[in-house]
């Protein structure tokens, strides 16, 4: 008998740390630091605690103080991932650019090889690939204590949790049509691209939500099961998530563009138009 929070989240490291050295080495870069160090695709960090987060699920059900607790260990994992180690690496590539110009300019240093590892955090996709991984992984490893959890996906959501997904998805499908409008009277053609892909993600997502809601009410059986639902809702997440990521440095750039565009134009003389000869 083995115990499951201990001999899966270790596995799952084993694995996932495996996939990372060989991600790398045909991306090209051989190093057998990645059989153990932290960085790079996937996040083994975001496998190991979600992993532990999924079996604490599918062992002692989503209600257990257990799971809460791994899941809101995961979520501060994650997080420091993203922000203070991945920060932390940002700013040893900046000591080791620094100390490669005082080397350029010769200038004597106490330890001459000197240099910062600088992959010690993680970018919002390694991180997504290491929790879908570590998902997987805990499910496939805890595959006897799945049936519960798969009959909860199965069942019908009750009345309150219907008007609850009712609700989002007249927030998305209303929302997209008032976003659009707006964005596309700013007469920006940066923002009235983002406003369409919005549009498009808003209507896809609140339609289908809106579909699952009328069937579970029907009682239609394949279209009303709670697993449409959340399928729904990550779906959202991950695509709101790569809109926001996409857009997040291109928009700003574009706009600048067009507000020097439009500044430049103020001052040039219009074209005159041409008279058509009679």
């Known amino acids: 008998m083995f115990n499951p929070y201990i001999a899966v989240p270790v596995a799952v490291w084993a694995i996932t740390q495996l996939a990372k050295f060989t991600v790398t080495a045909i991306r090209g870069n051989l190093d057998l630091r990645y059989l153990y160090a932290s960085g790079g695709m996937p996040s083994v960090h975001s496998a190991v605690v979600c992993s532990l987060a999924t079996t604490a699920l599918v062992v002692d059900g989503y209600s257990s103080h257990l799971f809460g607790f791994t899941l809101i260990f995961a979520g501060i994992v994650m997080y420091d991932s993203l922000g203070v180690r991945r920060a932390a690496g ?23 090889d000197l240099e910062v590892r600088e992959v010690l955090g993680h970018k919002p996709d390694e991180v997504a690939v290491g929790a879908l991984v570590g998902i997987i992984l805990a499910l496939v490893f805890n595959y006897q204590h799945i049936s519960p959890l798969t009959t909860w996906l199965g069942a019908i959501p009750g009345r309150i949790e219907l008007i609850v997904y009712a609700v989002i998805a007249g927030i998305l499908i209303i929302g997209g049509i008032i976003q659009h409008q707006l964005l596309r009277r700013r007469g920006s053609e940066a923002l009235s691209a983002l406003s369409r892909r919005l549009l498009f993600l808003c209507e896809t997502i609140g339609v289908l939500m809106a579909v699952f809601v009328v069937s579970a009410f029907e009682r239609v059986n394949y279209l009303s099961m709670r697993f449409y639902f959340l399928a729904s809702i990550l779906a959202l997440v991950i695509w709101g998530s790569w809109l926001y990521l996409s857009n997040r440095h291109r928009l700003p750039a574009a706009l600048a563009l067009e507000s020097e565009a439009a500044r430049k134009e103020k001052w040039l003389p219009k074209p005159k138009k041409k008279r058509k000869k009679r």
Not at 94 to 110: E, F, G, P, Q, Y
């Open 90 to 112: 940002e700013q040893g590539a900046a000591i080791n650019m620094i100390v490669a110009s005082l080397r350029h300019d010769k200038v004597r240093l106490d330890k001459p």
